[in-house]
Structures are given as C-alpha cells and as structure tokens.
C-alpha cells in the first residue's frame, strides 16, 4: 500500500512537472496610434470639410494574428463608419460604427477577425472632420510599426464604402487604427 502511494504520488509530480504552459499572450499592437506618438507623423491641422472621405491606410502583417478592436481619433463627436478590407481580394470583412469623444480616442471592441501574413487589407474611416499629418513633405510610408507594415494613405470622395485606387506616402488624413494581435 505505501509503494502504491509513494509511485502515485511520484506518477502526480513527473505529470505536473511536465505539462506545459501555454505562452502568454503577444501584447496588442496599434499601429497608426504608435506611428503617431512614434513622431514619424506630425499633425498639420484640423479639417471640418464640406466634403466627405473614407479615409485610411494600406497595411500587411509579418504575422498572422487577429484585429480585436477599431479606433478612430476625429476632431467632432459622432457616429462614424469604420470598414475593413481584405486589399488583395477586395472583400470587405468589417462594417463598424463607432463613436467618437470629441478628439480623443475613441474605441470599439469587435467580434476578432483572422488576419493572415503578407495579405494586404486597408482600414478606413468615414468622415468630413479629420486630422491631417505629413513630415514637411518627406516619404512617410511605408512605415513599419511591431509587426505591421503601413504601406500608404488611400482616400475615396464620397459616402460610399469603397476601396481608393491611389495612395500617398508623404502624408496621412483622418485617425483609423486597428487592435492587432500578433500569434505567437
């Protein structure tokens, strides 16, 4: 009886001792805001516009993860369309409303969307009240932030939900992000 308890109780210890921890977590990354505070971007002025835009930016992942969040940053409160594309197929995966605090950041929590390495998708917000940045006209883009790559600004005029046909690398208009989390 005491050998059975003494190998029962050593079978419990080698079986503890030998499972595996699952690793932690990879911290979320939020690219455009990290961008920003980083200094690459500095903020040229406030717009109130006549005019609307979906506004945003170009990105690829260096790893496959998930996007968990949307955020905007816009100078008027409100409610705000958010959109997420997958560039490359030109399916659009997200519509989000969002409400904005006035400036400041505004976020709103989504059901995580499956993001995969080296795919393009493009992340916009629409609105006529945005921020513009540039850095006295220098090549801003592309801009690697954690592990994303920000390829470009891209603009559409209008209400539609669409995708831009041209980007900027010298200038960002507008505050859009994402919650990446990278897989570990």
């Known amino acids: 009886m005491k050998s059975k308890l003494i190998f029962y109780t050593l079978l419990l210890f080698i079986s503890l001792s030998c499972s595996k921890d699952t690793p932690p977590e990879q911290p979320p990354q939020f690219p455009m805001k990290s961008l920003i505070e ?38 008027a409160n409100g409610e705000y369309r958010v959109s997420l594309w997958n560039f490359d197929t030109q399916e659009l995966l997200l519509t989000q409303q969002v409400q904005s605090s006035n400036g400041l ?30 850095k006295g006209g220098a090549v801003i883009f592309p801009s690697d932030i954690g592990d994303v ?36």
Do not use: W
């Not at 976020?107 to 629409?126: A, G, K, L, M």
């Not at 891209?154 to 046909?165: E, H, K, N, R, V």
């Open 38 to 75: 980083s200094g690459v971007l500095d903020l040229q002025s406030t717009i109130n516009s006549p005019n609307t835009f979906e506004v945003g930016y170009l990105f690829k992942t260096f790893k496959s993860g998930r996007i968990s969040s949307v955020s905007i940053r816009v100078p």
């Open 105 to 134: 950041i505004s976020t709103q929590e989504i059901s995580p969307i499956t993001i995969e390495s080296s795919v393009d998708y493009f992340v916009s917000v629409n609105t006529s009240n945005y921020y513009t940045f540039n």
């Open 149 to 184: 790559l920000i390829k470009g600004y891209g603009s559409y005029l209008g209400t539609s939900q669409m995708l831009p046909a041209t980007f900027s690398t010298t200038s960002y208009l507008g505050m859009v992000d994402i919650e990446f989390i990278p897989d570990n």
